[in-house]
Structure formats: C-alpha cells, structure tokens
C-alpha cells in the first residue's frame, strides 16, 4: 500500500509543477491557487499536531508566510510537498520552544475552544473504532501528536513515508522504528478511550477522583487498569489496527471562520477599499518581494491581508480576486468580521424560514394502560435514506446519522442505568432543512413503566436511575417522527448510559405499533402527537444550525 501511495502522490505532486513554476515567475493567480491547494494540508498538520490549541491559526499563517516568501528558493518543484511539510514541523517545534514553560499534556483539553480531536470525529462523522482513533490524541505526549499528525496523513493517502522522514528530520528506517512505537502508543491510547466509554464498575470508582482532562499520569493509571482488568480488556469486537481504520479518510475542512492574513518583506498586501478590482501599481510590484494571495479555501478578502471563510467547508467558494494598490501595502495586517468584508458581487439574500410546530415543554402525563390512541394523520411518503443505511445503532458519544426524504423515522431507546447512572444529555437533531414532526410514540411501555423514584426518573434501586432534565418529556421505547427535508441525529452521551436505534420507517408501522395494546402483552397502548397540521409538535433540542457541539442545543418552543 505504501508504494501505491507513493506512487499517487508523486503524480499529484507532479500535477502542481506548472502551477509552483508560475507562481515563482510571479503569476499572482497561480499562487492563489497553490496557497488555496495546500492550506488544508498544512491545517490538518498543525491542527492534529497542538490538538486544536489556540496558536493553531498563527502556526499556519507562520507556515504558509514562509513557504510564500522562500517560494523562490524551491529549486525542485517536486519536491514542494516535503519542503511545506517540512516547513511547518520547524514551526510547530519553534513553538514548542518558545513556550517558558512546558505545558501538560491535557492543555488542548483543558482550556482550548477547539479541540481537534472532536473537531474530527464531528466534521468526518468518523464512527466506531474511527471515532476511538481521532480521541486517542489527546492521550499522547506532544511529539506523539506531531508525529502523529504526519502519520496519520501518510495512511490516508496524503504524504508519503518520504514526505514523513524528510519533515520529521530523520532517516526513513529510523522513521519506521518511531512509527511503530507510535502505533503501539496509539493502541494504548485507544484502550483508554474504549474502557472510558464501557461500563466497568472498578473503573468508575478509580476515575472517581479524577477531573476528566487526559494527562501522563492518569494515563499510566489507567492503562495500568486496563492490563488487569478482565473487563477493560474485554474488547467484545475484533479491534482493527488503526492504519486500517484511518485509510482514505478525508482532510478535517477549514473551519468557518478561519483567518489567514500574508505579509511579505515588512509589508502587508491589502484588498482595494473598493468593490471594483483593481490593477497592481508598478509601485506596489517592486514593493512587494511576492505577489499578493487573492481569496484562498472559500475565503473572502478584507483589509490588511487578511482571508475570513465565509462559507461553509462543502460548499464551493466563489472565485474573487482583489489585487492591492500601492497606497495599502503599508497598513499593517488585521481582521474585522465577514459583514464588512468588500464584496465584489451581491449576496443572495437568505431565504426566510416560516416558523411552525411546538415542543412538549412538560413531562406529559403517561396515558391510561387502557386508553386507545387517537388516528394518525397519514403524512406524504416518498421515502427516507439513512447514512447508516437500514438500521443506525449508535452507542457512543458523537456518534451522528444524517436522514433525508420525505416519511417517518423510528428512534428506538435504549437506557441502561445497570451500565453508568446518572442525568440524561438528550440526544439532538441539528442542521434541519425542511419540517420535522414528533408524531407518535409507541413501544408498548414508557421508560418510566419501570420502577423509579417519580415521573422524571428511570431504573431502580437494583439497577441504578437515570435521570431526565427538567422539562424533558418522558420518553417511550419507540419514538416516531416525520420527515420532510434533512436533519442530522446526534448521541451525547454524556453521565447516564444510551444508545438509540433508527430506523427508516413507514406509516403503517407506526400506526400498528401505537395500535398494540394490553391484549397483546404489551403494557400500554402508544400515543399519537400530531394533528395533521404545521402546528403539530416538533422534537425537543431541534436546530436548523449546525453547532460544533450538538450537546450544546437547548430546548425550543419552535423551529
């Protein structure tokens, strides 16, 4: 496999010749593209490698800065990937030098808005031993994560082992020794995560005492644990070798928001005050020791140099180029917000969303075991797909399946209070295009049918609670809701253990569930929410954003 991806990536290297070739003769637009071209690579680098850290921005303008101003120096354009890589390795360790003292190892966990490692499981919708791959980082040491970072992009497809050597500084066989103590390091990281997410009773009580941010020493306690416990090394599935699981996967897209301001020789290149684009000045050509970088990786350009992602990372970024004139070239570089950005054509002026629907903001009262439920409005049908396909089981925090269509969904609960008891962080539905109605619950039994303390709790004495917040109306075991767009379904596990099971459904299965009564066995007949109309209750935490942390979504009346 390593020959292959040498192999791809020599001509993906050789693919960018003419373009290096002309940005270096000083074709402004060429070096748009490069810079546009290689900036996520560089971001995923410096990103993985501080795990998020907040000088992850300045790292990737230092690097990005330095490549653009020794651009010339580049004697052999095939050579381009190597040298940037290894341009920002420098810069990641004169970082790590800079800094007075050295810092613990839970830093990008402890106090960090970003955190890299969810920012991959999110952004990827990475899943399963996937997911256990991306949050094992924050378990490594800082130069496990630099060289991680450069790992990581070697298995999925991206540098090669050459690439890997010549950025770390190293030989390539002293590079696989490092690699493969690397791997050994990532599986016990990985051991970590798996036990953390399981139920074992003799590790809650060691974490006890424990504030929840990865560091050297807890690691040693826990891997300690892990090697004597019967259930921690239990892994109850086959564990796949993570250069298997990491093969292929995409780069984690620049986040909105991302700023990327370029100075050259002292001075800053700088958009045009106005909409109109305007010619570079024979002033502003000798000032200037490179040419200007216009909009790169759906960038919009603002004064001082400054680049601010406007867009969304899968949408496609228009093509906009503003060239500096003499007269700016001087200003030092700063930022302001995308609102006052110079915009050389008008944006669309977003289309309004009608409100509509209501939430249950209550614990509803359970119906009689007896009671039959109403008629349910049989709603438009032309199907639904899943990207979990037939059935999504989702078990872990972050765990994430995306519906689109038009018809109903079944979510089925799974509380284990046995496993982990405590409060609830409900499940969200976020980025929602279109409606989205709760309009039956089913099952035969609510959550609360079990003996628990009052309305809001679940479990027992034997098993441990798990308990609701407050306003959440109570669950049943099967929930139905109707479809008509795109929505995203979010685990946040967090405190009391679940797991939801969904299931593309239809109309006649959720009317012949909540249709399945006491004769049958079950303990009660289901319950029909919606009237049929657009004032038909919609789910709890429901968005039609898209947070970075989808536990973060509140309560809401109406979407």
């Given at each position: 496999m390593q020959n292959r991806t040498e192999g791809r990536n020599d001509v993906d290297t050789r693919q960018w010749r003419d373009t290096i070739a002309a940005a270096q003769a000083g074709d402004r637009h060429a070096l748009d593209d490069l810079v546009a071209g290689w900036?996520?690579?560089?971001?995923?680098?410096?990103g993985r490698a501080l795990n998020g850290h907040a000088d992850v921005d300045d790292v990737v303008q230092e690097t990005m800065l330095r490549a653009v101003d020794n651009l010339g120096a580049l004697r052999d354009p095939d050579s381009f990937r190597s040298w940037l890589v290894a341009i920002a390795m420098r810069q990641i360790r004169d970082r790590a030098r800079r800094r007075?003292?050295?810092a613990p190892l839970a830093e990008a966990t402890a106090s960090d808005a970003a955190d890299f490692a969810e920012l991959t499981v999110l952004r990827l919708q990475l899943e399963g031993q996937r997911r256990e791959v991306a949050e094992a980082v924050r378990w490594l040491d800082d130069e496990d994560r630099q060289l991680?970072?450069?790992?990581?992009?070697?298995?999925?497809?991206?540098l090669t082992r050459r690439d890997l050597a010549a950025a770390a500084g190293i030989s390539r066989q002293h590079a696989a020794v490092r690699v493969q103590r690397l791997k050994e390091r990532v599986e016990t990281a990985r051991g970590i995560v798996r036990a953390l997410d399981g139920a074992c009773p003799d590790l809650r009580e060691l974490t006890g005492r424990w504030n929840g941010r990865p560091d050297s020493v807890w690691r040693k306690r826990l891997a300690r644990h892990i090697r004597g416990c019967g259930y921690c090394g239990d892994t109850r599935e086959a564990v796949v070798p993570a250069e298997r699981l990491l093969v292929g996967i995409a780069l984690v897209p620049l986040p909105v928001g991302f700023t990327l301001s370029l100075a050259f020789g002292g001075k800053t290149a700088a958009a045009a005050a106005?909409?109109?684009?305007?010619g570079w000045s024979a002033k502003a050509m000798a000032a200037l020791t490179q040419p200007f970088v216009a909009v790169t990786a759906g960038a919009t350009i603002v004064a001082g140099g400054a680049y601010v992602v406007t867009q969304a990372p899968d949408s496609p970024p228009p093509r906009v180029v503003a060239s500096p004139t003499a007269a700016s070239t001087a200003r030092p570089p700063v930022t302001i917000s995308p609102s006052a950005t110079p915009s050389l054509s008008p944006s669309p002026?977003?289309?309004?969303?009608?409100?509509?629907?209501?939430?249950?903001?209550?614990?509803d009262r359970a119906p009689d075991p007896d009671a039959r439920p109403a008629a349910l409005p049989h709603r438009p049908e032309s199907g639904i797909t899943s990207t979990w396909g037939a059935k999504a089981v989702m078990q872990h925090r972050g765990e994430t399946v995306t519906l689109s269509g038009q018809g109903y969904v079944l979510v089925r609960w799974q509380i284990a209070p046995q496993d982990r008891p405590?409060?609830?962080t409900m499940p969200t539905w976020t980025g929602l295009k279109g409606r989205l109605f709760h309009v039956a619950s089913g099952g035969g039994r609510r959550m609360d049918d079990?003996?628990?303390?009052?309305?809001?709790?679940?479990?027992?004495?034997?098993?441990?609670?798990?308990?609701?917040p407050n306003g959440t109306q109570q669950m049943w075991q099967n929930e139905y809701f109707y479809l008509d767009g795109s929505v995203d379904l979010t685990v946040n596990e967090r405190g009391a253990s679940y797991g939801l099971t969904v299931f593309p459904s239809s109309w006649e299965a959720a009317d012949k569930d909540v249709n399945y009564g006491p004769p049958q066995g079950a303990i009660r007949y289901g319950l029909v929410r919606d009237n049929g109309k657009d004032t038909a209750p919609v789910p709890q935490y429901v968005t039609r954003e898209s947070p970075a942390d989808p536990a973060t979504v509140a309560q809401r009346s109406r979407v």
């Open positions: 900036l996520p690579l560089v971001y995923n680098i410096v007075t003292a050295p991680l970072s450069l790992w990581w992009l070697e298995v999925a497809g991206e106005g909409a109109a684009s305007v002026t977003p289309k309004k969303v009608d409100l509509y629907g209501t939430v249950v903001d209550t614990v405590g409060g609830l079990a003996t628990g303390p009052d309305t809001t709790g679940m479990g027992g004495p034997d098993t441990g609670y798990t308990v609701l």
